[in-house]
T-cell receptor, first 115, second 109 residues
Framework: NAGVTQTPKFQVLKTGQSMTLQCAQDMNHEYMSWYRQDPGMGLRLIHYSVGAGITDQGEVPNGYNVSRSTTEDFPLRLLSAAPSQTSVYFC??????????????FGPGTRLTVL | AQRVTQPEKLLSVFKGAPVELKCNYSYSGSPELFWYVQYSRQRLQLLLRHISRESIKGFTADLNKGETSFHLKKPFAQEEDSAMYYCALKWGSNYKLTFGKGTLLTVNP
């Protein structure tokens, strides 16, 4: 299993540009989520999904969109990038039941810089 | 509103010394708490969860509802324990995690 994969690893955008951060998992996990990690702020939940076709907002959803058309994929879209969105973005997945429902598996992260 | 507080941004100890990373939480419901760890150049990964009452890599953490704390402890720190540690609170009817701001632990030789 590849686990949770994220692309790209690094990205530089100009203010106002849009882009999509990709996240995929091959563990058949129902739950997927996006976090941003900023110095001194820890990780903050942006959006999450409990299954295909179901998404909801986390703590800091403004400026981001998500969709979940398949169990495997959970892309994060930046609609109009702003310097405040410069951050490291992590995708995570987990089951919602079964043997280890509470273990979230994280991707390697995408480091985004908005100029 | 739910909140997780890790009062120490940085913690430095010597190898073989005891270490305690503090975590306090605020939540009106029944808490489920976790410790996640991020070693240098590695992914964030689960270290402990309170419902398991387990010891991983010599670390333990006990949920104290009276003091609303979930401190992480290890009696003898090792250099390989150097990492960023995050305390996290699961809340809500769906799976949401609120993380603390993290504590960077450095274990000196």
């Amino acid at each position: 299993n590849a686990g949770v994969t994220q692309t790209p690893k690094f990205q530089v955008l100009k203010t106002g540009q849009s882009m999509t951060l990709q996240c995929a998992q091959d563990m058949n996990h129902e739950y997927m989520s996006w976090y941003r990690q900023d110095p001194g702020m820890g990780l903050r939940l942006i959006h999450y999904s409990v299954g295909a076709g179901i998404t909801d907002q986390g703590e800091v959803p403004n400026g981001y969109n998500v969709s979940r058309s398949t169990t495997e994929d959970f892309p994060l879209r930046l609609l109009s990038a702003a310097p405040s969105q410069t951050s490291v973005y992590f995708c995570a997945s987990s089951t919602l039941g079964g043997k280890s429902p509470d273990t979230q598996y994280f991707g390697p992260g995408t480091r985004l810089t908005v100029l | 509103a739910q909140r997780v507080t890790q009062p120490e941004k940085l913690l430095s100890v010597f190898k073989g010394a005891p270490v305690e990373l503090k975590c306090n939480y605020s939540y009106s419901g029944s808490p489920e708490l976790f410790w996640y760890v991020q070693y240098s150049r590695q992914r964030l990964q689960l270290l402990l969860r309170h419902i398991s009452r387990e010891s991983i890599k010599g670390f333990t953490a006990d949920l104290n509802k009276g003091e609303t704390s979930f401190h992480l402890k290890k009696p003898f720190a090792q250099e390989e324990d150097s990492a960023m540690y995050y305390c996290a609170l699961k809340w809500g009817s769906n799976y949401k995690l609120t993380f603390g701001k993290g504590t960077l632990l450095t274990v000196n030789p």
